[in-house]
């Protein structure tokens, strides 16, 4: 993987990613929040389960949405960019929604077992968490902008 002036981008460490990940949960506890508003609106006469499942189901594509639109334009979210990290291809080029999908369905199985998948980063031989393993996806340190 290479950049414009043939020197590729150093891979972001174990702990920058864990740190940023942690303001990833931050920022998705107001996208949720702020998501969940409609369906719980939309929703108010159901049957409790009914409800419960719908909204459960739209929490997980909202989520899905704003990752895959945040992967596959910039290749950052905001916490991202705050701790100057990029999302790329195993090729370095740009995540495409299929990868991005593929990266977001592997990170909530990761979190569904408990951080099995986030603690792959501590024998994988190139630091990477399961799910960008799995998906051909890896985060690189951001280039600064001129």
């Known amino acids: 993987m290479s950049t414009r002036h043939g020197i590729a981008p150093k891979a972001a460490g174990v702990k ?3 740190l940023s990940l942690l303001y990833e949960s931050l920022l998705l ?3 949720l929040l702020a998501g969940a508003l409609p369906m719980v609106m939309l929703a108010s006469g159901w049957e409790h389960t009914a409800a419960r499942a719908a909204l459960q189901i739209w929490l997980l594509a909202l989520c899905a949405g704003f990752y895959v639109w945040q992967w596959t334009g910039a290749g950052q979210t905001l916490p991202m960019k705050t701790w100057k990290m990029r999302l790329v291809s ?3 080029s740009a995540v495409s929604a299929r990868r ?5 369905a592997g990170a909530l199985l990761s979190t569904a077992t408990l951080g099995l998948g986030f603690a792959w980063a501590l024998v994988d031989r190139d630091r990477q ?18």
């Open 29 to 31: 506890a107001a996208v």
């Open 129 to 146: 968490f399961l799910h960008d393993r799995l998906a051909g996806t890896r985060l690189v340190m951001a280039a600064d902008k001129p």
């Open 16 to 18: 920058r990613r864990l």
């Open 90 to 92: 195993n090729d370095g």
């Open 100 to 104: 991005a999908l593929l990266r977001y």
